[in-house]
């Protein structure tokens, strides 16, 4: 049963991604009234849900929360300094720094070991949280196209680029063994589990990496390589990623069938420069290969 301290730590980690999600146009003028200093720190208040939920189970450490108080800072002050000797937005190596580090300490799971166990997924959204203040409100990265306000148009290029990609995957992955077709029990209960799942993962998976990946990775990227180079290089840096998913060694089905997924969720980002729009089809290849092919 979950305490009202996680309950107070979830409404906080979630307060601000879910502000910057529905207000991204206005994210950018957050605090620019306040010193330097201030918004520099302001960031640092990540580390409170670190607190609530560690102290809650009895597993609080203060090197913990000195890493959740600390990092969210100098993810800020770097991407404040990349928006000022990058006025051009070509990216520096301050973004791509700060992109590796918080890609990896998801991936890797570094920080995980600082939670309860089932309550790890604190850990991502709060560096989520940290890449959002840093890249659209201190970097103030322009193009990356987060706004959870889904438009129609949102919806259609989402749509159009899964029916493009399911051709190609399930083929592939019932040939590889990847994918195995089985059936899902139309009932009432089993509609109201698909929705809450399609929900659950467009919040809470699709739309975090579709920001990492295409609105923050790929944007920058495109300003490097062109947006070709960015898509493939993109696509092939979102399928490593899944090198570890559902293996305990280097899972290539996963990396090649990601890799490929990748290009689509980059071409629909990029048609409006829109993570919804890539977030729908990832949320849609998602849900299908749980329910269907899983």
């Known amino acids: ?12 980690t979630l307060a601000f991604y879910l502000y910057a999600a529905f207000t ?41 929360l000195t890493l959740y108080a600390v990092l969210p800072i100098a993810v800020a002050a770097l991407l404040w300094q990349a928006g000022r000797v990058d006025a051009a937005g070509q990216g520096s190596w301050r973004d791509f720094l700060v992109l590796i580090v918080l890609g990896l300490a998801v991936d890797l799971r570094w920080f995980e070991a600082a939670w309860p166990a089932r309550l790890a997924v604190f850990n991502k959204m709060l560096l989520l949280d940290a890449g959002i203040y840093g890249f659209l409100v201190m ?12 438009r129609w148009r949102d919806a259609k290029v989402g749509l159009r680029e899964w029916i493009y990609f399911v051709p190609i995957a399930v083929p592939l992955g019932l040939w590889l063994g990847f994918l195995h077709l089985h059936g899902f029990h139309a009932s009432w ?3 109201l589990k698909l929705a809450a799942g399609a929900a659950f993962t ?17 944007n920058l990227l495109e300003r490097r390589v062109g947006r070709s180079g960015a898509l493939v ?16 060694h ?25 993570v919804e729009a890539s977030a729908v089809a990832h949320t849609l290849v998602d849900t299908v290969w749980s329910f269907w092919l899983r």
């Open 233 to 248: 290089l993109t696509s092939v840096l979102f399928g490593l990623s899944h090198f570890n998913k559902r293996a305990l």
């Open 189 to 191: 209960m089993g509609l």
């Open 1 to 12: 049963m979950i305490g009202p301290e996680v309950a107070i730590a979830a409404l906080l």
């Open 139 to 150: 970097r103030r990265l322009d193009g990356v196209g987060l706004d959870l306000r889904v």
């Open 24 to 64: 991204a146009r206005s994210l950018g003028r957050l605090g620019e009234r306040w010193p330097v200093g201030l918004r520099l720190g302001a960031p640092g208040l990540l580390c409170i849900p670190y607190a609530l939920v560690a102290s809650s189970a009895e597993i609080f450490r203060w090197e913990w």
């Open 250 to 274: 280097f899972n290539w089905r996963y990396v090649l069938l990601a890799t490929v997924a990748g290009i689509f969720y980059g071409r629909a980002w990029r048609e409006e420069r829109r």
């Open 202 to 218: 467009f919040f809470f998976i699709a739309v975090p990496e579709e920001l990492f990946f295409r609105g923050w990775l790929q």
